[in-house]
C-alpha cells in the first residue's frame, strides 16, 4: 500500500475519468518457456516478437484488460532444426496458426504486488481458460520522463491440451518431450 501512495503521489493518479493505456517495452521484456526433455534436463527457449496493452483506470491494476499475442514463428531455442520441428504441425503449425493470443477475465490482488491473472489462451485452434500467478515489480519514471511499470507472470500448460500431440518415448518409457511447459513472461509497460 506504501508503494502505491508514494507512486500516486509522485506520478499522480492513472486516470480519474477514464483508463490508462501501457504498451509493453519489448527491448525491456520476454516471453520464455521451459520443457522437460529426456526425464533428466529441461530445454528453454523465447519468442522474440510479441505485443501486448494493458488498459487500466486503478492504480493498483485490479481492473486490467490485458491482450497479447506471441508471433509463433519467433520462436528461438537455440537450434533451428528443434526450431523448425516446433514450428511444424507436430507442435504449433505457425503456418496455418501464426499468432498465440490471450485475453484477461480478471486480474485479482492476493496480496502485497501479487496478482492471480485469469484469461483465454488460445494456442493453434484450442481456446483455454489458464491462470498466472503474478508479481508486480512497480512504477518509475524514465530520464525521458514516460511512466513504466513491470510485471513477471508464470504458469504451467498442458501442451496436450492445445494438440501440441508429438509424442515420442525413450527407451526406459519416459517421454522424449513433456507434456507440462513452464511459461515465463518479464514484461516491462509504457503508459501511453
Not at 516471453?31 to 523465447?46: C, K, M, R, T, Y
Request: zero cysteines; glycine letters at 6%; charged letters at 25%.
Amino acid at each position: 500500500m506504501k508503494r502505491l501512495i508514494l507512486a500516486m503521489l509522485v506520478y499522480g493518479p492513472l486516470s480519474v475519468s477514464g483508463q490508462a493505456t501501457w504498451k509493453v517495452d519489448k527491448t525491456h521484456s520476454s516471453v520464455q518457456f521451459s520443457v522437460e526433455h529426456l526425464v533428466i534436463s529441461e530445454v528453454d527457449g523465447s519468442f522474440r516478437n510479441f505485443n501486448g496493452e494493458i488498459k487500466a483506470a486503478k492504480p493498483d491494476f485490479s481492473d486490467a484488460q490485458i491482450t497479447f499475442t506471441v508471433d509463433v514463428a519467433s520462436i528461438n531455442t537455440g537450434s533451428e532444426p528443434r526450431d523448425n520441428h516446433l514450428r511444424s504441425n507436430d507442435f504449433l503449425n505457425a503456418e496455418k496458426y501464426p499468432q498465440m493470443s490471450f485475453k484477461s477475465a480478471s486480474m485479482t490482488k492476493v496480496s502485497e504486488g501479487k496478482y492471480l491473472l485469469e484469461g483465454d489462451l488460445t494456442i493453434r485452434d484450442v481456446t483455454k481458460r489458464v491462470k498466472f500467478n503474478v508479481s508486480y515489480g512497480g512504477m518509475v519514471k524514465d530520464a525521458e520522463n514516460k511512466t513504466r511499470t513491470g510485471f513477471k507472470a508464470n504458469t504451467y500448460i498442458n501442451r496436450f491440451d492445445y494438440n501440441l500431440k508429438w509424442d515420442k518415448m525413450t527407451e526406459a518409457g519416459g517421454m522424449v518431450v513433456d507434456k507440462m511447459v513452464d511459461i515465463e513472461l518479464k514484461l516491462e509497460f509504457v503508459k501511453q
